[in-house]
């Protein structure tokens, strides 16, 4: 297994570059099941999650290219595809529930073990499951208290849907089984993340009709057939972009963030600013400077987008964990979301937790320790720490890393970072 060896490090200068959405580019590379045409999706990043998607597709019957040089994936799903997506891949990843309102509209049925991926909570598929329903799909009970989802339909019929909770993935499956339903759907209480922003543009180019996305209704004409894209390019990833820029305001350093979105991180943003860093848009980029004024305390809250988002909740913790006062973090997306705490306390955070409210007394000088990657965001957030701990922090169970963060020892690297994969 492969571990990070990290230590206390100079503040980061120079520049980094954000690669492609890893929660933006999945749900894509399932919607290219809907259409027996070539795809070609660009400035996507070379994750362990997007080498699962790869090979859940490819195991469903499609053929997927990767050109990691040119960050290119061209996905040709013609031919029979398989209603059974494998056990042994689903497990690895979350978002492979994804391909379950294509399957349905390219084959009648989909048999979809329930996914694994990070444990940070129930993520129940009841939402996906009452939307599909909604739409005239059938559901077998008794495979699905078993742990399968097991869903057929002969066609499916636009409805209005309203979500009790504006779950992400919920709406990207949802709007990919509208798009070639008959009829006209209104859904309600939708997610508004950047990502289903970019699912529904790039259905647009597919030839859906879909309007609203972005807002908490969408509406989505269905059509009778979806055609190939020649190029759709990725947007930037927001939550790595939070995570470099956390890293800047916490070695005290400066970094210039290239390929950035700052719309998608108002935020992010104004929390930094609250601790003091100074922020500045350029032509070039985004320049987080944490090197003029003290670290200072806030609060966080997080919530649906454009809430702060619960990607963001580790990374930022560990930031508060050496400001100039006590903080308090509650988090109400996911209710196991506080794994990492154990992990920081090892350091000296002397972080309390009560349900869902975490306490961070903050002023800490951190020491390194042998600490574990509980998730993939915790991952990223026990490194940060590492670089302002004294002493030597082990890493372990960075396979979490691995999903979600291209490049992230030779970005933290380029930067000044003292840090090292060590592979046993």
Known sequence: MAKFLVQKSAPLRGEVTISGSKNAVLPIMAATLLTDEPCVIKDVPALRDVEVMCSLLESLGASAERDTDNSTVCITASGDISHEAPFDLVKMMRASILVLGALILRTGRAVIPLPGGCAIGKRPVELHLKGLKALGVVINEEQLARGVVDASADRLTGNTIYLDFPSVGATEVIIMAASLAEGTTILENAAQEPEIVDLA?????????????????????????????????????????????????????????????????????????????????????????????????????????????????????????????????????????FMHVGEFNRMGANIKTDGNCAIIPGGKVLQGAQVVATDLRAGAAVVLTGLVAEGTTEVSQIYHVDRGYENFVSKLRDLGANIMRVEE
């Open 201 to 337: 543009n790039f259905l647009n180019k597919m030839g859906a009709r879909i309007k609203g996305a972005g807002t908490d209704t969408i509406k989505i004409e269905g059509v009778e057939k979806l055609r190939g894209v020649a190029s759709h390019h990725v947007i930037p990833d927001r939550i790595e972009a939070g995570t470099f820029m956390v890293g800047a305001v916490m070695t005290r350093g400066c970094v210039l963030i290239k390929n950035v979105l700052p719309d998608h991180l108002k935020a992010v943003i104004a929390k930094l600013r609250e601790c003091g860093a100074e922020i500045t848009m350029t032509d070039e980029g985004m320049i987080v400077r944490g090197d003029r004024n003290p670290i200072n305390s806030t609060d966080i809250k997080t919530l649906p987008y454009p809430g702060f988002p619960t990607d963001m909740q580790s990374p930022f913790m560990a930031l508060l964990t050496i400001a100039s006062g006590p903080s308090v973090v509650i988090e109400t997306v996911f209710e196991n979301r």
